[in-house]
């Protein structure tokens, strides 16, 4: 009998502190409040908005890095980024743990810009007064006051000072003094180009100063171009008066500027005007591939290249043997096989379209052998990446929707907007249209807009992530 009564008495034990167990396991974990997601960070984050006021980051697992809900976020690099805790500025670890703890004090948080991560060893963080550089351990290593201070490379810093513009490195030392009026820099990973406005304040006269501010080395383009994963970029002269060449990424003259117009290099050729504005093609040494004939131009792409003569398009190869013969009104490069090439709507065709939205052009793709895998009905078009093509068309509706900004109602109460989706290389529309704004795909990921909201989403048409 008392061997039952202490069996019954561990049962009934056990099943109390089973009950616990099973309990405790059932209490919901609370989780945050998310309003928002934005863009995916390095090291797998993304930024989060919590309560619609604070932020965090958020793991591929749907879990939070930490605890805390910070003012602000930056980006994670070189395993660091920067958070805003209660008005104060410090760094976390990708464990969430602090490498320097909140002790910036951060007047202004509207502009995203105003939190810079780590680059290499060093970072600039706001100040009272203006702005300071601190090494990995939190220790200022400028002595000078500046209003401004952006980080161009591991070593190198862009500095304002009364409204002139400068370039020290982490020592201090000074590579170009400030006193050129305000201006921009172009940078690529070190390898920095750093242009100014010269001191005369025309905004049409930029100079160049190399990477480690060795004089001037040029004050007279009226325009310069972006450098990022080129090696020649264009250039256009003041005087003559918008004149095109090419430099180096050293600041150096490659083709002197004699183009009245001119593309940017596409797999070593570049297409160029003469005075006359008729057509050639170079290549990266200033060489004439092709003489000045052509009547338009595209970039050369996948051995072919589009060129137009008496007011028609049509394909040759790099030793100028026609291709593809001269019929098209518009055409595109050729990207993953694939070209964009348009035709004029005749009269009575596309009424619609031509009507509203002043678009008398539609396109249409080929492929090298000139066959049509893409029917002529499309009122713009991207080039082909990843294997979808971004492609815009007129679309109606019985009932007005807020697609986009602007929509046309005709007689019988049907609306019209001009909206984009997306294709593959059968013609198949597989994203919907149904945005007033979209990019290309790129790492399977594209942005979409429409009037009120932007989001990312993936090559079937889902949902990754908000923007705004």
């Not at 490195?169 to 010269?198: A, C, M, R």
Request: with cysteine; charged share 25%; net charge neutral.
């Amino acid at each position: 009998m008392k061997r039952l009564i202490r069996i019954a008495t561990i049962f009934f034990i056990g099943l109390i502190f089973s009950g616990i167990l099973i309990s405790g396991c059932s209490v919901e974990i609370k989780k945050p409040n998310i309003t928002d997601i934005g863009i995916l960070d390095n090291h797998n984050f993304r930024h989060i908005q919590i309560d619609s006021t604070y932020y965090n980051y958020l793991l591929l697992d749907s879990s939070t890095l930490n605890n805390e809900k910070y003012d602000k976020i930056g980006k994670f690099n070189d395993g660091i980024a920067p958070v805003v805790l209660k008005g104060l500025l410090g760094f976390i670890d990708s464990t969430g743990k602090y490498s320097i703890i909140p002790k910036f004090p951060v007047k202004e948080l509207n502009d995203d810009d105003d939190l810079q991560s780590f680059k290499g060893n060093y970072c600039v963080v706001p100040d009272d007064d203006g702005f300071k550089i601190i090494n990995k351990k939190g220790e200022q290593v400028n002595r000078k006051r500046y209003d401004e201070i952006t980080q161009v490379s591991n070593e190198r810093f862009v500095v304002y000072l009364d409204s002139s513009i400068g370039l020290i490195d982490h020592k201090e030392q000074v590579l170009i003094p400030t006193g050129i009026y305000y201006s921009w820099y172009l940078s690529e990973g070190d390898k920095v180009t750093f242009i100014v406005l010269n001191d005369s304040r025309d905004f049409n006269e930029f100079g160049l100063f190399d990477f480690n501010g060795i004089g001037q080395l040029s004050c007279d383009y009226a325009e310069i171009g972006s450098f990022y994963g080129k090696d020649l970029i264009m250039i256009t002269t003041a005087q003559p008066a918008f004149l095109r060449g090419f430099i180096n990424k050293k600041g150096r003259v490659v083709i002197p500027a004699q183009f009245t117009y001119a593309l940017d290099f596409k797999n070593g050729y570049a297409a160029v005007a003469n005075k006359n504005y008729k057509y050639g093609l170079i290549d990266t040494n200033g060489i004439l591939v092709f003489p000045h004939k052509y009547d338009n131009m595209a970039s050369y792409s996948e051995g072919l290249i589009g060129v137009s003569l008496n007011e028609k398009f049509g394909f040759v190869d790099i030793n100028r043997n026609l291709i593809i013969p001269y019929k098209y009104d518009e055409c595109q490069f050729f990207s993953e096989d694939v070209c964009w090439v348009g035709t004029k709507v005749n009269s009575g065709q596309g009424s619609k379209e031509s009507e509203f939205f002043g678009n008398r052009i539609r396109w249409g793709a080929i492929n090298h052998n000139e066959d049509t895998i893409i029917s002529f009905k499309y009122s713009d078009a991207v080039a082909f990446s990843e294997g979808l093509a971004l492609v815009k068309k007129v679309v109606s509706t019985r009932n007005i929707e807020k697609l986009c900004s602007f929509s046309v109602k005709d007689d019988l109460g049907n609306y019209y907007y001009e909206v984009y989706g997306y294709v593959n290389k059968y013609g198949e529309e597989v994203i919907p249209f149904k945005f007033c704004h979209a990019n290309s795909f790129k790492n399977g990921e594209a942005i979409v807009q429409n009037l009120r909201n932007a989001w990312v989403i993936d090559k079937t048409g889902k949902k990754l992530y908000s923007l705004f």
